[in-house]
Each structure stands twice: as structure tokens, then as C-alpha cells.
């Protein structure tokens, strides 16, 4: 493994429990594999959240630039009449 570089970390006794368990039971062959994939983990949910946050932004964006808000009751009306006219205007073909 190229450009290692050692590090020390504090664990919680649960967390080391944990990680030697992982070790003895053959799962990981080592502590710093167990190390290596939780932040690999670690990484890739930073990853999401930080596109989850930005696709949030666009999505907020695009409802302002949409206009004004309309009233629950009102929107889905129009919604219900313009469903019924096609139902209807497709049943009279």
C-alpha cells in the first residue's frame, strides 16, 4: 500500500471492543482495515448529504422561481377539474 501514513486514534471501549472482535472473527484482517472502511464509509456519506443538500437547493430555487404558492384545497381542485375533462373528453372518443 503506497504513501501510509500512521495516524493514532482514540475509541470509545465499545469501539475498540468492536473493531478487535472484527479482527479475531476473520472479518477484517487487520484494525486499520476496519479504520480504512469506516471512513471510506464516512466519506461516501458526506458525499450524499453534501448532493442531497445541493439538489435541495435547486428544488427550492425552482418552487421561488415557480411564483407565487397556491392553497392546498385550491391547487388540488384545479388539478381534480383539468383530470375530469380529459377523463371526459377521452371517454366522448
Known amino acids: 500500500m503506497a504513501n501510509v501514513e500512521k495516524v493514532s486514534v482514540a475509541l470509545t471501549s465499545e469501539m475498540a471492543a468492536m473493531m478487535r472482535q472484527a479482527v479475531e472473527s476473520g472479518e477484517y484482517a487487520s484494525a ?3 479504520m480504512r472502511e469506516a471512513l471510506r464509509d464516512w466519506k461516501f456519506r458526506r458525499v450524499q448529504r453534501d448532493q442531497i443538500i445541493n ?4 428544488q ?3 418552487g421561488i422561481a ?7 384545497n385550491e391547487a388540488f381542485s384545479r388539478i ?4 375530469e375533462a380529459k377523463l371526459s373528453d377521452h371517454g366522448a372518443a
Open 32 to 34: 486499520s482495515e476496519v
Open 55 to 58: 439538489e435541495l437547493g435547486r
Open 60 to 62: 427550492w430555487d425552482a
Open 66 to 72: 415557480s411564483g407565487a404558492a397556491t392553497e392546498g
Open 80 to 83: 381534480r377539474a383539468r383530470l
